[in-house]
C-alpha cells in the first residue's frame, strides 16, 4: 500500500512532528480516530452512571454501526471517489441482496413450524452467495443503459432503481406467491423475518460456556455474541478494504481515476471506458449486497421501510466528510459522522435528561414556543430534545458547513493516492539518486 | 532496460535541417513504400446548420510528417475529431490500414494504432505527470481487476508495473519533464501540458499520431526542442498528421501539406507545390475562395 502522507494536510499542521510522523500511517489515522470517539463516549457512559456492562453495549452499539457504516462509504468511494460514478441508490443494492438471502434460505412450505413465509429452503451459505450476486446483477441492469448518460442522469437512474426495488418488495403481489409450485414471498409492507444469525446460534449452543464464563465476571452475556458479531463485522471491513485499496492502486484504479478526470482522453487511449465503469460498478454492487445481508439481515426481521433514500445520504455524508478518492478518509470520516452526527444526539439528550431535571414532555412546536414566551425555556430544550431525529439532520448540516469551511475537500480530500501496485514515488527516488550519481561518475558529460 | 534504449536514443547531431529538407524535397529517399496509411474520402457533418466539414479527402503516407493547414473555424479539429471517432461523419468514409473505421468508437480507432492529442490539452489533472504517462500503454494485466485484487495473480501484475514504469521514466526523461513525475498534472504549465499529452500518446506505440496545434502556447526553444523529436520519432517509421498555423514550420518540416478551407481540402502537395497556389495564399488572406 503506497498511500501517501498529506504533506502538510490540515490535520499535519497541527500536530507536532513526532506525532506527525506517526498520523502518516493510515492504520493510526483509524485507530487514533477510533480511539477518540471511544474516550467520548466511556466520558458520557461514566456521566450516565453505565457500569461496566453498559459501557460495554454502548461500545459495541458504536463500533457495530462505523463498520457497517465504513463498508458502505468504501463502496461510495470506489464509485464516486475513484470512478465518478454518482451511486444515491446505496439502499437498493443492499436490499436486493438480504431480500434475495433471505427469500432463498428460508424453510420451504410444509417445512416451516413457526407458519411465517416459506421460501426455497437454499443452505445459508448459498443464499449468501445468492445474495451477493443478485445484487451484482441489478447493479449491471442499472448500469448498462444508463452509464451512456450524463453523470447525473445516473444519479437520477440509481435513485429510482432503489426506489423501484423498495416499492417492488413492498407490493401486495409479491408478499406471498407462487411460481412452479414453490411458495416463496417479500413479506410485503409488513416485512419479513430473515434468518438466524450464526454468531447468535454459536453462541446459543457449542459456544455457550464461553457466554457462561463471561456471565460468572458479572457482565451480561448477551454481549459475548454481540461482540463477536462486531468482531466478524471487521473482518469482513478489512477484507472490503484490502479488496478496494488493491482496486484502486492498480492499472484497473488507474483507469478508473483517468475516467473521473476526463473520459474523452480515456477513451482516446484505447481505454473502453464503459467496461471499467461497468466493473467497478458491479463490485460495489455486489459488496452493497453483502453489507445488507450482515446488516438488516443480521437484525431478524426487514421490511421495506429501512431502505428509504436517507440511510444512503447519511452514507454519503460520511464520505463527504472524510474526503471522497480516500479509503483511509472514507472511514475516518465514517467514525466521526457516527460518533458525533449519528448516535450524537441520542446521547445528548440522554445527558441533559440526567443533569438538567426537567420534568414532562413538549411533543409540539407551539407549546415549546408558548411556554418560552410566557417565560419558560425548559419547553424549547424539552421539545428540541424529542425530536432525535429532526436533530440529526440539523446537526449534520451544522457540521457539514463547518467541516467543509476549513476543509472543503473533506479531511483527506487533499491527500494523493497513487495507482499503482508498486510503489511509484519509491522507483522514482530510485532513479533519481541513480541519475545523481551517474552524473557525477560521468563528470556531467551529458 | 530494454524499453529505455528504445526512445533514449535521440541522436541530436542526425537531425540538422539540411537533412530535413533533403528528406522534404524528396519524400522517397527513405527507401519507404509510399502507400496510404490513413485514407480520408468525401467526409461531411454539420452542426445544426453550421458545416463543418463538406468534402474533406486526403490521404497519408505512412512514415511521412504531413501538415494540415487553415484558417481558423476551416474544419481541422473537426475533421480530427471524426478521423478519431469523436462523432461519426453524416456522409464519407476514413479507411486506416486499409481497414474502414468509418465511426468506430475512439477507444477503437485508438486501439488501431490511430491516436490523437487533443488542440486544449486534455491531461488526468489530478493524477501525477508518472500515472498520466502510465495510464497509456495498452492490454495492462492489472486492468483485469480480479488480477489486480488476487494474491497469487497481484505479483505478475507488479511485474509488469515495474516494466510500464520503466517505459514511462524513460519517456519522461525523453521529454525532459522526469523532474515533474510525481507533480499533479493539473500543477503544470500550458507548454509542460501539451509536452505531457504527447508524451503520453507515444506510450501506446501508435502506428500514427494526429497532433493539434500540439505547439500552441510552446515557448520557441521547447518547440524547436519537440519538433526535432517528432522527426526522430518519423524516421523510426511513425507517422503524423500535424495542424498548425505556423506557415512556416509547416513549409520547413512537413513532406506534404494538405490544406483546408471552409469545410473541404483546398490543395495537397508538398510545400512547394503548395506554397505557389494562388489560392493558399488567398484563404490565408481571408479572400473568397469558392
Ligand atoms: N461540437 C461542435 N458543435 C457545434 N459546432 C462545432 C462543433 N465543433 C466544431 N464546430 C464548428 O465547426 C466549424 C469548424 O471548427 P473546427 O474546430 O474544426 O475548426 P478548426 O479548423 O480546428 O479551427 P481552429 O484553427 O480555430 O482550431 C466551426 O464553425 C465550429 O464552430
Ligand atoms: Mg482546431
Redesign the pocket.
Known amino acids: 500500500m503506497s498511500d501517501d502522507a498529506t504533506a502538510g494536510g490540515p490535520v499535519e499542521a497541527r500536530l507536532p512532528a513526532w506525532a506527525a510522523d506517526y498520523w502518516a500511517n493510515d492504520l493510526v489515522k483509524i485507530g487514533a480516530t477510533l480511539a477518540a470517539v471511544y474516550a467520548v463516549y466511556l466520558v458520557i457512559g461514566a456521566l450516565l452512571g453505565y457500569d461496566l456492562s453498559g459501557q460495554l453495549n454502548s461500545l459495541r452499539r458504536l463500533t457495530f454501526l462505523i463498520v457497517l457504516y465504513s463498508i458502505a462509504a468504501l463502496v461510495v468511494n470506489l464509485h464516486w471517489g475513484y470512478s465518478g460514478l454518482f451511486n444515491i441508490g446505496v439502499v437498493g443494492f443492499m436490499a436486493t441482496g438480504v431480500y434475495t438471502t433471505t427469500m432463498l434460505s428460508r424453510p420451504l412450505q410444509g417445512q416451516n413450524p413457526t407458519g411465517t413465509l416459506p421460501g426455497l429452503g437454499l443452505p445459508f451459505p448459498v443464499a449468501v452467495v445468492g445474495g451477493v450476486l443478485a445484487a451484482a446483477a441489478v447493479g449491471y441492469v442499472a448500469a448498462l443503459p444508463s452509464l451512456r448518460l450524463r453523470d447525473d442522469y445516473f444519479a437520477i437512474v440509481t435513485l429510482a432503481f432503489a426506489e423501484i426495488i423498495r416499492i417492488t418488495v413492498k407490493a401486495s403481489e409479491l408478499q406471498e406467491f407462487t411460481v412452479f409450485g414453490v411458495t416463496l414471498g417479500t413479506g410485503g409492507g409488513r416485512g419479513i423475518r430473515t434468518y438466524p444469525n450464526p454468531v447468535d446460534e454459536f453462541f446459543a449452543g457449542p459456544g455457550q460456556p464461553v457466554v457462561e464464563a463471561v456471565s460468572a465476571l458479572g457482565v451480561d452475556g448477551s454481549l459475548v455474541a454481540g461482540w463477536a458479531f462486531v468482531l466478524v463485522l471487521v473482518v469482513l471491513l478489512a477484507g472490503v478494504y484490502l479488496l478496494i485499496t488493491r482496486l484502486a492502486e492498480s492499472p484497473f484504479g488507474r483507469v478508473l481515476k483517468a475516467i473521473r478526470d476526463d473520459e474523452q482522453a480515456t477513451l482516446g487511449l484505447a481505454k473502453d471506458t464503459a467496461s471499467f465503469k461497468i466493473r467497478a460498478f458491479i463490485v460495489g454492487c455486489a459488496v452493497l449486497g453483502l453489507l445488507g445481508i450482515v446488516w438488516q439481515g443480521s437484525q431478524g426481521y426487514v421490511s421495506p421501510s429501512l431502505f428509504i433514500p436517507q440511510l444512503t445520504f447519511f452514507i454519503w455524508i460520511a464520505v463527504i466528510v472524510g474526503g471522497a478518492g480516500s479509503n483511509t478518509g472514507s472511514i475516518v470520516g465514517t467514525i466521526l459522522f457516527v460518533g458525533v452526527v449519528y448516535l450524537g444526539p441520542d446521547y445528548l439528550r440522554r445527558l441533559v435528561e440526567e443533569y438538567v431535571s426537567l420534568s414532562g414532555s413538549v411533543p409540539t412546536f407551539p407549546g415549546a414556543v408558548g411556554a418560552l414566551a410566557g417565560g419558560d425555556p425548559q419547553g424549547v430544550l424539552l421539545y428540541t430534545l424529542d425530536q432525535t431525529s429532526t436533530l440529526r439532520v440539523v446537526l449534520t448540516g451544522v457540521f457539514l458547513v463547518w467541516l467543509l469551511r476549513t476543509n472543503p475537500d473533506g479531511l483527506f480530500g487533499d491527500r494523493r493516492e497513487i495507482a499503482s501496485s508498486i510503489d511509484l514515488e519509491d522507483r522514482v527516488e530510485r532513479r533519481r539518486a541513480r541519475g545523481d550519481a551517474d552524473g557525477q561518475e560521468g563528470g556531467g558529460s551529458e | 532496460m530494454t524499453a529505455s534504449s528504445d526512445v533514449d536514443a535521440t541522436d541530436e547531431t542526425e537531425l540538422d535541417d539540411a537533412d530535413a529538407d533533403e528528406r522534404a524535397a524528396d519524400p522517397d529517399a527513405t527507401g519507404r513504400p509510399a502507400e496510404p496509411l490513413l485514407e480520408v474520402d468525401s467526409l461531411t457533418k454539420s452542426?445544426?446548420g453550421?458545416d463543418?466539414l463538406n468534402g474533406v479527402t486526403f490521404d497519408v503516407t505512412a512514415g511521412m510528417l504531413t501538415g494540415l493547414i487553415?484558417?481558423?473555424?476551416?474544419?481541422?479539429?473537426?475533421?480530427f475529431?471524426v478521423i478519431s471517432g469523436v462523432f461519426p461523419p453524416d456522409s464519407g468514409t476514413v479507411r486506416f490500414g486499409g481497414e474502414d473505421v468509418t465511426g468506430l468508437a475512439p477507444n477503437e480507432t485508438a486501439s488501431r494504432g490511430l491516436v490523437r492529442t487533443f488542440?486544449m490539452a486534455r491531461e488526468f489533472r489530478n493524477m501525477t505527470v508518472l500515472e498520466n504517462l502510465m495510464v497509456a500503454p495498452k492490454a495492462q494485466v492489472g486492468e483485469t481487476a480480479w488480477r489486480s485484487v488476487l494474491p497469487g495473480a497481484r505479483g505478475a501484475v507488479s511485474d509488469q508495473e515495474e516494466e510500464v514504469f520503466e517505459r514511462a521514466w524513460s519517456m519522461l526523461e525523453f521529454f525532459d519533464i522526469d523532474h515533474l513525475a510525481l507533480e499533479n498534472a493539473g500543477n503544470l504549465s500550458g507548454g509542460q501540458r501539451k509536452l505531457l499529452e504527447l508524451a503520453r500518446a507515444l506510450m501506446l506505440d501508435p502506428e500514427m499520431l494526429l497532433l493539434d496545434?500540439p505547439f500552441a502556447g510552446v515557448n520557441p526553444s521547447l518547440e524547436s526542442k519537440l519538433l526535432e523529436r517528432i522527426e526522430t520519432l518519423r524516421d523510426r517509421g511513425q507517422t503524423f498528421l500535424l495542424?498548425e498555423?505556423d506557415m512556416d514550420l509547416i513549409m520547413e518540416h512537413c513532406e506534404r501539406v494538405i490544406v483546408?478551407h471552409q469545410?473541404r481540402t483546398l490543395v495537397t502537395g508538398t510545400p512547394e507545390e503548395v506554397q505557389s497556389q494562388e489560392e493558399v495564399v488567398e484563404a490565408y488572406l481571408g479572400g473568397n475562395v469558392a
Not at chain 2, 487553415?70 to 475533421?79: D, I, L, R
Open positions: 452542426f445544426g453550421i463543418a487553415g484558417p481558423n473555424g476551416a474544419g481541422k479539429s473537426t475533421t475529431n488542440q496545434e495542424v498555423h483546408m469545410g
